[in-house]
């Protein structure tokens, strides 16, 4: 029996976001009352107008199966909103459309990344880029970015992980689990080195990028001789709150969108057609929807940073982008309870899952076993319960 898995499948681990997400849902089974901060999904509902759009698209029968890499409406339609928002060319044929930004992102690394080829992940970082690598055989490296710099690499740092072997870096902003959101100098940093190192392809993670707190996005690839080098992901599950629509996309140069393309033939072929067309909706009609959750994240933000600096022990920096508080806790890695001893920041997710009915994600997980992570991404009326929660769970530890 020890065969049976592939050593594929026996060097990934499974997602810590999903898993607390799943201990969260049986404590509720159980009838407790959890306040569930772990998952990145938006607690809102989908705009009306993006619905309407998919139950007319049942109606005019997109039903069957769609092209591989998108329906061309809706790469039209993504091509637009990159030259409008972005600034940035693209043509239909540089862009596929996929099941979700997590497989747009799995499709680069596949199609790019080989056996003994190093991927650079600046930590902290969200959960599946180190185990996408390891399944296309690659070698991640990873640097690790403080709270004190508020958990961006600086260039010096990344200069210092290239080695002959870099074929990738994996670019996430704004961030997951952080919420850090690099400026237009820093990228422009960032750009400075790899254009010393022409064979280093970038993946700019921007799913996050309408919640901004900053006022203006800034992508790697608009920095002068970086476009050709990046792979850009998006999609429509974060600014319009589709999680569950499952639509995100690359726009790459030519020859890696063909090979993405190829790829995603053989093990998905195209993505959900009703979906592709409410995903049309979403870029074309009016943006006042992300506007206003844009707001109201914001809002949450301040409110969820400034509670956070009153929990004893915790050091908290003030994100700029995405849904997500990341603070350190290490000041209680070693108290206990007088039952339970807390030795990392999984014992830590853990205490508060079990004590204090808060679900959040352990920052082992993410690269930064000092900190762990709370999604803001529900009510006022729960982040301000949450955190009393967790106030009041801490004050057992000595």
């Known amino acids: 029996m020890s065969n049976l898995l592939s050593d594929r499948i026996n060097r990934l681990s499974p997602s810590a976001t999903l898993a607390m997400s799943q201990r969260s849902s049986e404590l509720k089974a159980q009838g407790v009352d959890i306040i569930n901060m772990s998952v990145g999904e938006p607690d809102f509902n989908t705009p009306d107008h993006i619905k309407q759009a998919a139950k007319k698209a049942v109606d005019d029968n997109y039903t069957r199966y769609s092209p591989v890499p998108g329906y061309p409406e809706l790469k039209k339609a993504i091509v637009d909103k990159l030259k409008r928002e972005n600034n940035l060319e693209y043509t239909p044929d540089q862009i596929v459309v996929s099941n979700g930004a997590k497989q747009s992102v799995c499709n680069a690394v596949m199609a790019l990344i080989s056996k003994g080829d190093e991927v650079i992940i600046p930590a902290p970082y969200w959960v599946s880029y180190p185990q996408m690598v390891l399944m296309a055989d690659g070698t991640p490296v990873f640097t690790e970015a403080k709270i004190e710099q508020d958990f961006k690499i ?49 993946i700019c993670d921007e799913i996050y990028e309408h919640i901004n707190y900053t006022g203006k ?37 030519v020859e890696i969108a063909k090979a993405c393309n190829k790829l995603q033939g053989q093990y998905t072929s195209g993505p959900c057609s009703v979906s592709q067309i409410a995903a049309v909706a979403a870029y074309n009609m009016p943006q006042d929807c992300v506007e206003q959750m844009r707001q109201a994240f914001e809002r949450r933000k301040n409110l969820i940073v400034k509670l956070s ?40 997710a ?32 729960n982040i301000t319960e949450a955190i009393r929660r967790i106030k009041e769970a801490v004050s057992k530890l000595k």
């Not at 870096?169 to 790899?194: K, W």
């Not at 080098?229 to 999609?235: E, K, T, V």
């Open 309 to 348: 600096k009153e929990v004893p022990g915790f050091e908290v920096n003030d994100p700029q982008g995405a849904f997500y508080l990341f603070p350190k806790c290490s000041y209680y890695f070693g108290k206990t309870d007088g039952k339970k001893v807390i030795n990392n920041s999984t014992d830590f």
């Open 217 to 253: 996005h800034a992508s790697l690839a608009a920095c002068e001789g970086m476009k050709q080098r990046c792979i850009i992901i998006n999609g429509v599950s974060k600014a319009y709150a589709m999680t569950g629509w499952r639509i995100g996309y690359i726009a790459a140069p």
């Open 350 to 381: 853990m205490y508060l899952l079990e004590e204090g009915h808060v679900a959040t994600v352990g920052g082992d997980a993410f690269g930064s076993p000092e900190c762990f992570r709370m999604s803001y991404a529900t009510s006022d009326e």
């Open 154 to 202: 600086t260039p010096q740092q990344l200069e210092s992980v290239i080695t002959p072997k870099t074929k990738m870096l994996i670019l996430c902003s704004p961030s997951n689990p952080t919420g850090s959101v690099y400026t237009a100098e820093e990228m422009e940093g960032l750009a400075a080195v790899l254009r010393k190192y022409p064979n280093v392809y970038v």
